[in-house]
């Protein structure tokens, strides 16, 4: 009955986890979410008055497809500002959310059977976005000792005939894994050479990044023509529920995307819109984002320490976003008598099961020795997390 597209389509694994976790909690459960990446800060105060002013002022009409012009314009200052990339107002799109803004660019871009590379781990909507377009995804595997980031040998390598894409993000979900400035124009110097093939590089973490400036790949100028830059405000500015991203492209291609766009869903929210602008102007180093980068830097520091007294626990080392990504492998192959681990998912449901705490298991991202934990929650849950995972891990051998 349902078409072979949605049949295809796999449920989004954090979202999956995080719905089973609401299940248990309804039974009276006491669950710890660690699936979800999602900041457990509030949107700060002076973006929702801009919200709260905005309805005052009645920006309750269809806004433009692409968004409001001043959005975009502010958008346009900020990749200056932040980025030193310079585009200009009709080659911005705001989307519902930059997931949205990932989906336009591949549907205007990928034919039924276009390569789509994607350097793995990978965030898991690329595959099955790229399955909607009936593109093939290709993966490179990147691996922990070098903190899961793909080389430019890898990325050539993998190239095609009827390669047409590359996806990529930095800080990266689900490793936060953060590319150098030499790292990407390295990558950029391999790419430059095949001038079809588009670069999508997802920079929705920019601003949680422990290392210090962020780089884009869209800094260079002989990549340029072939790069999307995507980002949004959910991460940075604790705004998940505001639904706003956005992509700054080359004009064919922004003007794709409002095409397709006009089609789905018309322009984003106009209030969400509006709380948007005001967080676009603000600054990396505004107090709002600096608290949150530190208290984020602080729980990545306190996990690693925790998690690094279980045995068999092979950790990487994140330098952005708010996820570690260990391999796990160790206990493949354990039981507890009853349950036979078997694989990450196996482990991930054992931990929901049997200490209560949500996990992702490294199947989603690519890497099936791995699994995901979010960080974005408090250093109490995080301890109690590991306390139980320590009790529950004890009684597999």
Same mark, same amino acid.
């Given at each position: 009955?349902?078409?072979?597209?949605?049949?295809?389509?796999?449920?989004?694994?954090?979202?999956?986890?995080?719905?089973?976790?609401?299940?248990?909690?309804?039974?009276?459960?006491?669950?710890?979410?660690?699936?979800?990446?999602?900041?457990?800060?509030?949107?700060?105060?002076?973006?929702?008055?801009?919200?709260?002013?905005?309805?005052?002022?009645?920006?309750?009409?269809?806004?433009?497809?692409?968004?409001?012009?001043?959005?975009?314009?502010?958008?346009?200052?900020?990749?200056?500002?932040?980025?030193?990339?310079?585009?200009?107002?009709?080659?911005?799109?705001?989307?519902?959310?930059?997931?949205?803004?990932?989906?336009?660019?591949?549907?205007?871009?990928?034919?039924?059977?276009?390569?789509?590379?994607?350097?793995?781990?990978?965030?898991?909507?690329?595959?099955?976005?790229?399955?909607?377009?009936?593109?093939?995804?290709?993966? !490179?595997?990147?691996?922990?000792?070098?903190?899961?980031?793909?080389?430019?040998?890898?990325?050539?390598?993998?190239?095609?005939?009827?390669?047409?894409?590359?996806?990529?993000?930095?800080?990266?979900?689900?490793?936060?894994?953060?590319?150098?400035?030499?790292?990407?124009?390295?990558?950029?110097?391999?790419?430059?050479?095949?001038?079809?093939?588009?670069? !999508?590089?997802?920079?929705?973490?920019?601003?949680?990044?422990?290392?210090?400036?962020?780089?884009?790949?869209?800094?260079?100028?002989?990549?340029?023509?072939?790069? !999307?830059?995507?980002?949004?405000?959910?991460?940075?500015?604790?705004?998940?529920?505001?639904?706003?991203?956005?992509?700054?492209?080359?004009?064919?291609?922004?003007?794709?995307?409002?095409?397709?766009?006009?089609?789905?869903?018309?322009?984003?929210?106009? !209030?969400?819109?509006?709380?948007?602008?005001?967080?676009?102007?603000?600054?990396?180093?505004?107090?709002?984002?600096?608290?949150?980068?530190?208290?984020?830097?602080?729980?990545?520091?306190?996990?690693?320490?925790?998690?690094?007294?279980?045995?068999?626990?092979?950790?990487?080392?994140?330098?952005?976003?708010?996820?570690?990504?260990?391999?796990?492998?160790?206990?493949?192959?354990?039981?507890?008598?009853?349950?036979?681990?078997?694989?990450?998912?196996?482990?991930?449901?054992?931990?929901?099961?049997?200490?209560?705490?949500?996990?992702?298991?490294?199947?989603?991202?690519?890497?099936?020795?791995?699994?995901?934990?979010?960080?974005?929650?408090?250093?109490?849950?995080?301890?109690?997390?590991?306390?139980?995972?320590?009790?529950?891990?004890?009684?597999?051998?």
């Amino acid at each position: 009955m349902l078409s072979n597209r949605i049949n295809y389509l796999s449920e989004s694994e954090t979202l999956a986890m995080a719905r089973k976790s609401r299940e248990l909690k309804a039974k009276g459960h006491n669950v710890i979410n660690l699936s979800l990446g999602e900041p457990d800060f509030n949107t700060p105060d002076y973006i929702k008055e801009a919200a709260k002013l905005a309805i005052d002022n009645n920006y309750t009409f269809y806004p433009p497809v692409a968004g409001y012009q001043d959005l975009r314009e502010a958008i346009c200052l900020k990749l200056k500002r932040d980025n030193g990339v310079d585009y200009t107002c009709d080659q911005v799109v705001v989307s519902t959310g930059a997931k949205q803004s990932i989906a336009n660019v591949v549907l205007s871009l990928v034919n039924p059977g276009d390569e789509v590379i994607l350097p793995a781990p990978y965030w898991v909507s690329y595959k099955e976005i790229v399955k909607v377009a009936e593109g093939k995804a290709v993966f !490179i595997p990147g691996t922990i000792e070098h903190e899961f980031k793909v080389t430019p040998e890898q990325i050539k390598g993998a190239i095609t005939s009827k390669t047409k894409l590359i996806i990529y993000s930095s800080p990266c979900n689900p490793t936060g894994a953060v590319y150098t400035k030499e790292e990407l124009k390295a990558i950029a110097e391999v790419l430059v050479k095949y001038p079809s093939i588009y670069i !999508i590089g997802d920079e929705i973490y920019e601003h949680i990044n422990f290392i210090g400036k962020h780089e884009s790949m869209a800094q260079f100028d002989f990549i340029k023509k072939q790069m !999307i830059i995507v980002n949004g405000v959910s991460k940075a500015f604790a705004m998940t529920g505001w639904r706003i991203g956005y992509i700054a492209a080359p004009l064919e291609i922004a003007k794709a995307c409002d095409k397709l766009q006009g089609q789905f869903t018309s322009g984003a929210s106009s !209030i969400a819109q509006r709380a948007a602008l005001k967080a676009i102007a603000t600054t990396p180093d505004t107090p709002e984002l600096k608290t949150m980068q530190k208290a984020f830097r602080e729980r990545r520091d306190l996990l690693l320490k925790l998690l690094g007294d279980i045995p068999g626990m092979k950790l990487n080392h994140p330098d952005g976003a708010f996820y570690i990504f260990p391999d796990i492998s160790y206990y493949f192959g354990k039981s507890d008598g009853k349950t036979v681990i078997q694989n990450s998912n196996d482990l991930c449901m054992y931990f929901l099961n049997k200490a209560y705490v949500a996990t992702v298991p490294g199947e989603a991202f690519g890497d099936p020795k791995c699994i995901r934990f979010s960080y974005a929650t408090s250093t109490d849950n995080l301890v109690e997390a590991v306390k139980r995972l320590k009790l529950a891990l004890d009684g597999l051998r």
